[in-house]
């Protein structure tokens, strides 16, 4: 085949960390994280040899298993040029504040760590600026809320880009609940270990999520949506038997800027 | 005591064992607001913590006491002596009314408790300063005005000089002397009547403390 | 979790009446804190000043707690060191008998609850009165305080109306909290006439002037501190501060985190006892220096920063958790957050370290501390000190995060487990788990991402692009 006579522009690379939840039981959200970072203009590059941050041992206290994970990620993205891009503000966090203090003992590991740190980034916040928000096609109207999960709130501070974001859409109307910085009870092992809490936790927030008659609820992070999803569905008489409304921020982009999935 | 040596000497190894870096001390930077804002905002502070507050002049503001004592049918007032505006305010009292009771601090609380608990209507102190921040005054009791003088009484009028209200409390203490020779047994900073909110938040006062707080500015 | 802890968590979750009343207390605490603290930048750099003003506390406790006794003695205030709860308690024993002292009336003291100070002398024949509201209501109803400001805010009205008729045999009309507010104030003033010593905490103590900072509302810390004969101070030794040009910084940021409020009613300073022409005052004037675990922290770098805490209370005010079980769950002298920070340190994380499991590590209390404690990284960090303490290293949990890093360090077997779990995914309605008490088991994916990622590159290679 004949070379074309233009020069081929070079894309500028990201690395796309997909997190052990979505790989597992959300994989949608993680292509369409792929989708928009190549609407973006990027190259998006998934080592395959990715597998999960740490966070789920760390945060529980288990710090020998943690740094074993985290050593493999930490070498796996190692290119210093890549920022890398998580579609997960928790995880997100645990490589960007908690790598560095997981990895203090040893130098060299910590140093990787601090850079690795340094280019990382959670995905909305990191496409906010480089989305065509002239270009949106015309979409339905739609009620949607946002659920500000603690990581993005407090530890990304990415909240209220994800907030920008959404003020952006055509034809779109954005809620906010009641109680609304308040956490939704996942925490992660929080859910299982502290159960009746957490339980108590995930009803007030999911009922005040659908109290503001919002048809979906959006946010960047998986976990919350798995606990206040699957909680919705499950309390099928509390919620009149509603289906699950939670839907990622990346598919919800995706669709409203009209992308298609690839097969 | 040898008991309490010997843990003193333990708590102090025990403490030194730690990291010991000294860090540089911190500036502060006093908030200073326009002098003619300051007696309005000193006021309205006061008045959001439910304090009563007149203004008068260098004249007129032993009348206000008067009115006050009419008004309210107070009849044993705590006083200090040998203080001239007190005193003064005194005589004031007296001439607009005969049936009124004096109790002077001028014995030990054990000797006076009875009183003070039982008979006291209202007392009347002066106050050293106040800050307009936050709408306190600053007493400094001493032998003419003991400390309970501003706590026992259901009713505390304080009489303040509008020249001695500053800005902030950051003001006050940048201010020397503070040196520990001269440090006061008591200082004792008054923002309000007695308050609380222990019972289902809901404010509620004359706790403990007086149930009203009347400043005269003068 | 222990089923002592977890029964109570449960027990708080069960009762409705407690959830609403904890439920509208914290909110009405929220709402006035953000109000006085509507200023971001002002509450940034306060903050800021906070911080760094505790921290260098921290740094120089020694020489800081040697000049204030120094200042204290200068000035005539008998001062005392107690390793722990037990010798706190015998010096005031021992003051107490010096004096035959039978009547002791408190103020409000959180040290004195960690050091179950009033249970103690109660087994010596003498009689101790809370006489702040909150305080005196909860020893009513022989109850422990369920929060650091607000002792009684686990009741309501109705309840405290019950509670007066039932132990005191006095009736007050139906919601009339004034009322209330009276009977208690003419039942502790005769117990203010009569006590032989008033006992205070200290919210902060003055090193360069031996100058004793305490703050309040009501005025029973005022007449506990002047009427009796004998004023004992009972201090958390991080208390201590370097000079008064500190003060306003931390008053400030005290009196508005707990209750919303720019300053209390009273500020108090006492530096001494009462002098020769002076006619009221106690005319003996004790400090007690409490180490109680203390030291031991400050020893630790990265758990030194508990003992920035000027126990304001905003933590728990802002936990998720702590609005939903209350602070009696906790079963610990100090509840919500900085509970689950402070209780294992003073008493083992092998006795309390479960408390650290009831948090989501949402950071709710270290965005509100005005002292930047990062209680989540502190909780956290006991989390790691815990397991590695602990001497079931070997417990199931252990095994579990064993079998999952394992898994997780090896990409192959990673993707081979993925592609069992997601070929057994029928299987997932049988999982038992305590996670599907309230919520449906997502079940895996049938393609994981990594499966969906590389054909699609194959499929992109393979059309040219």
Redesign the interface.
Known sequence: MPHSSKTIQKKQQVYLFGTCLIDNFYPQAGLDAIALLELAGFEVIFPQAQTCCGQPPYNSGFKAPALSIAKQTIDLFSDEGIPLVVPSASCASMIKYHYPTLFEANTNDKQLALNLSQRTFELIDFLHDKLPYSQQPKCPHLKVTLHESCSALREMNVASTWHKVLEQLDNIELFFPEDRHECCGFGGTFSVKSEPISAVMTHDKSQNLLATGAEKILSGDCGCLMNIGEHIVFEKSAFKKQANPCLHLASFLVARFGLQHEH | MLKTNNARSAILSRLRQGQHKVKAAIPFKARHFEADSIKALFIDKLHESHAETYESDEENWSDIITQIAQENSFKTWLVAKHLPLIEQACKTLKSSQNDLSFVHYDKDYEALKEHLFKQVDVSITLAKVAIAETGTLLLIPDKHEPRMMSLIPPVHIVLLKQSDIVSSFQQIVDQPPWESTAMPTNIVFISGPSKTADIQQTLAYGAHGPKRLIVIII | ?STNF?QR??QA?ADPQLRA?FR??MK??RIKRQLAFSDEQEWRALRK?GA??R??VI????EL??QLEQ?CL??GIQV????DGD?AN??IL?IAQNKQAKRVIKGKSMASEEIELNDFLAKHDIECIE????EY?VQLDHEKPSHII????H???AQ?TALFEKKLGIKTPEGD??A???V??RI??EK??QADIGISGVNFAIA????LCLVE????G??ST??PPVHIALMG?EKVIP???????L??LLTRSA?GQ??????????????K?????PKEVHLV?L?NGR??I????KL?NTLACIRCGACMNHC??YT??GGHAYGSTYPGPIGQVVTPQLKGLAEEGEL?????????C??ACPVEIDLPELI?TL??????STSNAWSK??LV??V??K???H?KL??QT?RL??ALRGLTPYIP???R?????????K????????D?SN?RKKAGK
């Open positions: 979790m977890s968590i449960e979750l009343n509208g207390a009405f605490l000043q760094a003003i921290q260098d740094q120089r406790l020694p707690l040697i200042q200068q000035n005392h060191w107690a390793q010798q015998e010096v021992e006489s702040d509201m909150g209501i607000m002792p009684a805010i009741k309501n009205t405290i909290v004034d209330l507010i009276g208690g104030r502790l003033r203010f006439e360069d002037t031996g100058t509302n009501e005025g029973n005022r007449l002047t009427a030794l000079n008064i040009q500190v003060l306003p910084t008053q400030r209750t720019h300053i209390t009613t009273y500020l108090n300073l006492i530096s001494g006892p009462r002098k022409d002076e006619r009221d005052g220096l180490d030291a031991n400050r020893q630790d770098e030194q998720p958790v939903r079980i650290l499991d009831a948090c989501s590590l949402n950071g709710a270290g965005e956290r989390r790691h000190r815990r397991q590695e949990e252990a995060w064993l999952w890093a898994i997780h360090q990409p990673y993707q993925t779990a997601a788990s305590l996670w008490k309230s919520r449906n088991m997502p079940k895996p994916a393609m994981s991402l990594h499966q969906q990622v590389k699609r499929i």
